[in-house]
């Protein structure tokens, strides 16, 4: 983690919320992006069907925490984020879990369709979408914290230099993974 600042070891800025435990393979894509960029951030379940009255706590209590965003996750009728954002005038971002009925269209819907007065910033379905949520939230806070600012750029410029360094994908060698090289090792043995 490159850009490891004072603020990753401070109190938690970004509130990483999802309706279900289910939900944490995508909402760790979010959590994993904020640890890269060094931003200090918290997870938790908290459903707006199953746990009404902790999601009006958590959405209302946030602020004075110190939470200065809030990235909410869900699938489905995914009620979350929407609820989150009437209860708190931090920004915050709906991530739609890929549900397994409807792909995931029932939850983008249920985020994006929110009305006027109280916005939700939806972003794509699934894996993508979490990841971008964590970049938004980042793009967020950089206005105030400089370090935050310059990790996105480092960000950014690595992404840029992975993409040029295989310019073209027919001679890209996938690194072989661990177990892979360990077999071949063991194989080369018994000869
Ligand atoms: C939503 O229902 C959650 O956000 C989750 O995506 C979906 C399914 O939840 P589980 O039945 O897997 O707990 O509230």
């Known amino acids: 983690m490159g850009a490891e600042t004072a603020i990753t070891q401070g109190k938690p800025l970004v509130g990483i919320i999802m309706g279900s435990r289910s939900d944490w393979e995508t909402m760790e ?3 994993n992006t904020l640890a890269g960029l060094g931003v200090a951030y918290e997870t938790r379940v908290v459903s707006a069907h199953r746990t009404p009255d902790l999601l009006f706590r958590y959405a209302s209590e946030a602020e004075q925490r110190g939470i200065e965003v809030i990235i909410a996750g869900a699938g489905g009728a995914a009620h979350l984020p929407g609820m989150t954002a009437s209860k708190t005038v931090l920004p915050v971002f709906g991530v739609p879990v890929e ?3 409807l792909k995931g269209l029932d939850s983008l819907l249920s985020i994006a369709q929110m009305p006027g007065g109280i916005p939700v910033g939806t972003l794509a379905i699934g894996k ?3 990841i971008n949520a ?8 950089a206005n105030k914290y400089p370090k935050i600012r310059e990790a996105l750029r480092k960000f950014r410029e690595a992404q840029t230099l ?6 073209d994908p027919a001679k890209f060698v996938a690194p072989r993974s661990v177990a892979a090289a ?3 090792r ?3 043995r018994r000869k």
């Open 29 to 31: 894509h979010a959590a």
């Open 99 to 101: 549900s397994k009925a």
């Open 128 to 130: 993508a979408g979490a």
């Open 134 to 141: 964590a970049l938004l939230a980042a793009a967020t806070l």
């Open 162 to 167: 992975k993409v040029l360094s295989v310019p």
């Open 182 to 184: 360990k077999k071949a």
């Open 186 to 188: 063991k194989k080369g």
